[in-house]
């Protein structure tokens, strides 16, 4: 992504936000006032360009862009582990590349998704996923959103997402909407 298109909506942060470089995974704080320009939102995360550059700004901080916060996810009382596995999946699709318009699971990056329980009741979500590149700077950026957006979803005491690179990612494990999307269908 080279900036912004006519496409991206321009904005002022209200106040200091927490960002991240793309593709470094730098951690920054970005002053309020700062002018830019969203260029991507989605999964409740916003990729802005600033002054040439590109940040990742997290959901929790949408306020500062002037836009909602996600809201709360909801569980029923007596969900199933499979109820909560459906639930991992669809926090996992909103996981994605700042620099790609498709998420983590579209592009075949997740390779397996187990649950246990602790002595509590609690839940334990074990996560094994990899980068479409092994040098990807962003890579530890999309692993904590991953383990922070499955640590939402009630009654997962912990994520423990890893990283794998057995088997090594190639495009054929993308999905037919991810190719249409990356123009390689």
């Known amino acids: 992504m080279s900036g912004f298109s006519l496409n991206s909506e321009p904005f002022?942060?209200?106040?200091?936000?927490?960002?991240?470089?793309?593709?470094?995974?730098?951690?920054?704080?970005?002053?309020?006032?700062?002018?830019?320009?969203?260029?991507?939102?989605?999964?409740?995360?916003?990729?802005?360009?600033?002054?040439?550059?590109?940040?990742?700004?997290?959901?929790?901080?949408?306020?500062?862009?002037?836009?909602?916060?996600?809201?709360?996810?909801?569980?029923?009382?007596?969900?199933?582990?499979?109820d909560v596995e459906v639930l991992i999946w669809q926090q996992l699709r909103t996981v994605f590349d700042p620099e790609i318009p498709v998420n983590v699971v579209e592009l075949g990056l997740v390779y397996d998704v187990s649950i246990d329980h602790q002595d509590d009741g609690q839940r334990v979500v074990s996560v094994k996923m990899t980068l479409t590149a092994p040098g990807c700077g962003m890579g530890e950026v999309l692993i904590d959103d991953a383990r922070t957006k499955i640590e939402m979803i009630p009654t997962v005491a912990k994520a423990d997402v890893d990283l794998v690179f057995d088997p090594p990612w190639n495009q054929l494990m993308m999905s037919d909407v991810a190719k249409l999307e990356t123009g390689m269908l």
């Open 12 to 82: 002022t942060l209200d106040r200091d936000c927490e960002a991240v470089m793309v593709p470094q995974g730098e951690p920054v704080t970005l002053p309020a006032g700062q002018t830019g320009y969203i260029t991507q939102a989605l999964g409740g995360s916003f990729t802005v360009y600033v002054e040439g550059n590109l940040f990742r700004i997290a959901g929790k901080d949408a306020d500062a862009l002037g836009k909602p916060e996600p809201p709360a996810l909801e569980l029923p009382e007596d969900a199933s582990d499979e």
